[in-house]
């Protein structure tokens, strides 16, 4: 039962582009969403987040969008750089705060050419 | 602040063997995950403590695997009598509960890279 999706295993995006992640989760009572992203054989590393009751986070160049309705989340990067190449992981959370633990998606590898 | 810390970073072992891994947290975090992750998957859930004490389990730890973080600061993770199947990267996350609805962040480890031959 994966509650949380990343369809895209892969993504290419030119530098200077957006790139666009996407991710599908099934659980309505999921309250927290963050991204990660992970470089080989290192530990996810936490990139933005957003709670349920906000349809939007921005941090620099990372914006996080949530529609609630179509269960969606995405990430976009803009301008994208060749060092945000790698492992792009979406995780959502019910009772995030009380110690909830972290569902992830399966990931999405962005390549960001120069 | 230094992060979390595992060790070992790589453990290669034989099938039936015990293997031990070791997480340390970053201080003052109060709750500790533990997560596996295969290849081309995402990290999934295994067990978590408040302090010292394990909170939940996940149906993918089998009896074979067992947690422990005694004093509430670092945490051990054993399996006996390994698989193949348990060859994995072991991931640990601290994160720091705060009142009010603040939110925080599950900051992980580097992890454990295990392979069973």
């Known amino acids: 039962d994966q509650q949380v999706k990343q369809n895209s295993p892969s993504l290419s995006v030119q530098e200077g582009r957006i790139s666009i992640l996407n991710c599908d989760y099934t659980?309505?009572?999921?309250?927290?969403f963050l991204w990660y992203k992970k470089y080989p054989a290192e530990g996810p590393t936490f990139l933005i987040s957003?709670?349920?009751?906000?349809d939007k986070n921005e941090d620099g160049r990372f914006t996080v969008f949530l529609n609630k309705s179509a269960k969606h989340l995405s990430l976009h990067i803009v301008p994208s750089q060749p060092g945000d190449s790698a492992v792009y992981f979406c995780a959502a959370s019910r009772g995030y705060n009380q110690g909830g633990k972290l569902i992830f998606g399966q990931g999405t590898e962005l390549s960001v050419k120069p | 602040d230094t992060g979390v810390s595992q060790n070992p970073r790589h453990k290669i072992t034989k099938r039936g063997q015990n293997v031990t891994f070791r997480c340390d947290p970053i201080s003052e975090h109060n709750r500790l995950y533990w997560y596996r992750q295969t290849l081309g998957q995402g990290p999934e859930f295994l067990t978590y403590?408040?302090?010292?004490?394990?909170?939940?389990k996940s149906r993918l730890l089998s009896d074979r695997f067992s947690a422990e973080r005694p004093k509430g600061s670092f945490s051990t993770l054993e399996i006996q009598r390994t698989e193949q199947g348990d060859s994995a990267m072991y991931l640990c996350a601290s994160f720091k509960s705060r009142a009010g609805g603040m939110q925080e962040t599950q900051y992980f480890g580097p992890g454990t890279r295990l392979l069973v031959l």
């Open positions: 659980n309505s009572m999921f309250d927290y």
């Open positions: 957003i709670s349920s009751i906000k």
């Open positions: 403590f408040q302090n010292e004490a394990q909170l939940e």
